[in-house]
């Protein structure tokens, strides 16, 4: 009898432990400089070097150095704030912040930079604590940020940020884009009454306000767009006669004038005179 019992309480254990999920592995962050987290499993893959130089990037000089300074700040340890980087689509946020990454990476050798999918911020708080102490430093970036499922994640991340009773991990600065300053999806008084919408309002609000610097983008202007047309096609020899002209002719097909609009514009461009943009 005794000896049914242990092999049932054996099989029991058995089964219960196939049912915990194995620990996640130990990251190897000298793999890479650039990694994307996957929540559900735990990873890090680790992603190529992002190609762009930060000096192609134009009509944002004051956005970039105002980046790059407090990133290098916080490379060399000093105090340095969460970003908040909106504006207008396509004005080149997220190419911004990797370029800029890559930039201030070439002289900290121990800085990283993980991508977070939106819809996983409220994984951040755990991600947070699993870099906490570690030697690296992590620059987190959430591209076009919103809580399109409400408080639930502006709670998640107004938690990541303060980091409760331990404070925010002293190596971890989190870096947001978005198209609007306040966060808040254009329809989230459609599917709520009016006290549940207010309520989610006030909480999302409250989060923007803990990002301690916030970098606009403003819609580029037509002799911006037109600098970056020129200087892309100057950086990769793409010589045509009407260039302006072809340029403007795309951004009006394109509803409106962008740095991604004109970088989109160089890659037609270089396709139709066969040549590459490695240079």
């Not at 939106?118 to 987190?140: N, Q």
């Not at 940020?145 to 303060?162: M, P, Q, T």
């Not at 006030?202 to 970098?215: A, H, K, T």
Request: aromatic share 8%; with cysteine.
């Amino acid at each position: 009898m005794t000896h049914d019992l242990n092999a049932t309480l054996i099989r029991i254990a058995d089964a219960l432990e196939r049912l915990v999920p194995a620990p996640a592995p130990e990251p190897d962050f000298t793999s890479a400089k650039l990694f994307r987290h996957d929540a559900a499993q735990g990873l890090f893959v680790p992603a190529p070097d992002y190609p762009l130089a930060l000096d192609l990037l134009v009509g944002v000089e004051r956005q970039k150095s105002r980046f790059v300074e407090n990133l290098r700040r916080f490379a060399k340890a000093r105090p340095a704030n969460p970003v908040l980087l909106w504006g207008a689509r396509g004005a080149g946020k997220s190419s911004m912040v990797k370029a800029a990454f890559m930039t201030v990476a070439a002289e900290q050798s121990s800085l990283r930079l993980i991508e977070v999918d939106r819809d996983e911020v409220t994984a951040l708080p755990r991600l947070f604590e699993r870099l906490r102490g570690r030697p690296e430093r992590f620059l987190v970036l959430c591209d076009d940020l919103s809580f399109e499922e409400g408080a639930a994640s502006a709670k998640a991340l107004k938690s990541a940020l303060e980091g409760g009773v331990g404070g925010p991990p002293e190596n971890v600065l989190f870096t947001a884009t978005s198209n609007r300053r306040h966060l808040m999806p254009r329809d989230h008084n459609e599917t709520k009454g009016a006290m549940a919408a207010a309520e989610d309002a006030e909480e999302e609000v409250s989060v923007s306000d803990r990002f301690g610097l916030w970098i606009g983008f403003p819609p580029m202007d037509q002799p911006t767009y037109l600098e970056a047309v020129r200087l892309y096609a100057q950086r990769f020899d793409l010589t045509i006669k009407d260039l302006d002209r072809r340029a403007l002719q795309w951004s009006q097909l394109r509803g409106g004038r962008s740095g991604r609009v004109a970088w989109q514009f160089i890659r037609d461009l270089a396709g139709e005179l066969d040549r590459d943009l490695q240079g």
